[in-house]
């Protein structure tokens, strides 16, 4: 599941609306008129029930595909325009198993790993994801850089972001990662610059407040007090400092022996054109009407949820910029010659196309790029030649609208 936990969703909330019963398409009439002035066709909607669901396996577990299926008690059908990819039987959850439990798999639908494929991440390669929780994502573009370059992963939502830490350390991943709590669409940061001078002897300097030593699951007593002291005043951390949390980092990040005033400062505005990232994920938050399975969760959790979390029109307006400046953003923070992708799970050309138009209009920078890649896959044309458009109905994945851009020279 992608943007939203069903922890955010409170016990109340559940069951207090009946959707209208029509025999397959048990939705809301809210949700019928949010989908009609999108020009969407509800009927997707009945297909939840069909679409596979997708594992990724972890690099290296090809041999253990026979006990992998013993496990989840199915067979694993290998998705063949997307490497390392199975599709599984809708039915089956994967997070009881073993075989997810010992980290052999992961759950992420195929037209997000798409979308990854898309970003064409090489070795060596400085990665940034914006919006990176809950981590399926971060987890593959860690996986494809392998003991290379380096990933930061960005999201404004703390306990999500944990959530990414605790994924990143379950599947070994995180050694060349940091994880910043912070706003996308403010977030400054640029990958660390190789030529810092280092403390020498620096991996155990616990006591030392002003130099990264090795990361440690415990606060400093600095650290205490100051989230003492956020809690006391009902203030989050990052709303009381708009300052980025950093509430990770591995062996290999490049942090260790740094000291933290080098690495924490904001870049110049022009320093990403030659410093900044060579790949940006924004995978944006949006209404995740294209994410049926997803909808589909609402049943459950309760359709006044889905008026308050989707449908709100206000929300959405305020989605409507937060996408074009967490764009906007995330495009500063790439360096001449990068690519970025910018994907989101909404079906509507509200979220999409009119995003990436807004944004071609004001970044004359901004090249929009054919995928190569995508000859192959599922997926159609969105309504702006080059950009991807993954539909449950065709594509028998999630829904998902890709775009990708790379940055020219001045
Ligand atoms: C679609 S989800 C991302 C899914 C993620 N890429 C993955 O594959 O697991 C969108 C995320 O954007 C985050 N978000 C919302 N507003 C943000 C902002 N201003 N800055 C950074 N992240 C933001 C949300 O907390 C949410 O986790």
């Given amino acids: 599941m992608e943007g939203i936990d069903s922890s955010e969703v409170s016990v109340s909330d559940r069951r207090e609306e009946q959707p209208i019963q029509d025999a397959s398409l048990p939705l809301p009439a809210a949700f019928l008129e949010f989908l009609s002035e999108n020009g969407l066709d509800p009927a997707v909607y009945s297909m939840a ?3 596979p669901r997708y594992i990724r396996l972890k690099p290296g577990m090809e041999s253990q595909i026979a006990e992998i299926e013993g496990e989840l008690k199915c067979g694993l059908h290998k998705v063949p325009w997307l490497p390392g990819f199975y599709a599984i039987p809708p039915e089956i959850q994967i997070a009881g198993s073993k075989a997810y439990q010992q980290g052999k798999i992961y759950g992420i639908d195929a037209s997000s790993g798409a979308a990854i494929l898309a970003l064409d991440v090489r070795p060596g390669d400085h990665v940034l994801d914006l919006c990176a929780a809950p981590g399926a994502k971060l987890c593959m573009l860690a996986d494809m850089l392998g003991s290379t370059g380096s990933l930061t992963g960005v999201d404004v939502a703390k306990h999500r972001l944990a959530a990414c830490r605790t994924m990143l350390q379950k599947y070994s991943l995180g ?21 810092l001078r280092r403390v020498e002897g620096s991996t155990d300097l616990e006591g030392n407040e002003n130099t990264f030593s090795e990361w440690t699951s415990r606060r400093s007593w600095k650290d205490r007090q100051r989230a003492k002291k956020a809690n006391a005043t009902g203030l989050q951390h990052l709303q009381a400092t708009s300052e980025p949390e950093l509430i990770y980092y591995g062996k290999h990040s490049g942090l260790v022996g740094l000291c933290k005033s080098d690495v924490l400062c904001p870049s110049a505005d022009d320093a990403a054109c030659t410093s900044g990232y060579d790949k940006v994920l924004v995978d944006a938050e949006c209404t995740h009407d294209g994410s049926v399975k997803h909808i589909q969760k609402f049943e459950f959790w309760g359709w006044k949820t889905l008026d308050r979390r989707v449908l709100d029109a206000e929300r959405t307006d305020n989605l409507l910029q937060l996408q ?5 953003n995330g495009f500063k923070l790439l360096k001449t010659g990068g690519s970025l992708v910018y994907s989101t799970c909404s079906l509507t050309v509200a979220q999409n196309e009119n995003v990436v138009q807004k944004f071609l209009s004001t970044h004359p920078l901004a090249d929009l790029q054919k995928i190569d890649l995508s000859d192959s896959w599922p997926c159609r044309s969105g309504g702006i030649p080059k950009t991807l458009r993954f539909d449950p109905a065709t594509s028998q994945t999630s829904g998902l609208f890709v775009a990708k851009f790379s940055k020219l020279p001045t």
């Avoid at 074009?324 to 906007?328: D, E, H, W």
Wanted: glycine fraction near 4%.
């Fill in 49 to 51: 029930a069909t679409i």
């Fill in 175 to 195: 050694d060349r990662t940091r994880l910043f709590v912070a706003d996308g669409t403010l977030f400054s940061l640029l990958p660390v610059d190789s030529s």
């Fill in 324 to 328: 074009l400046r967490l764009l906007t």
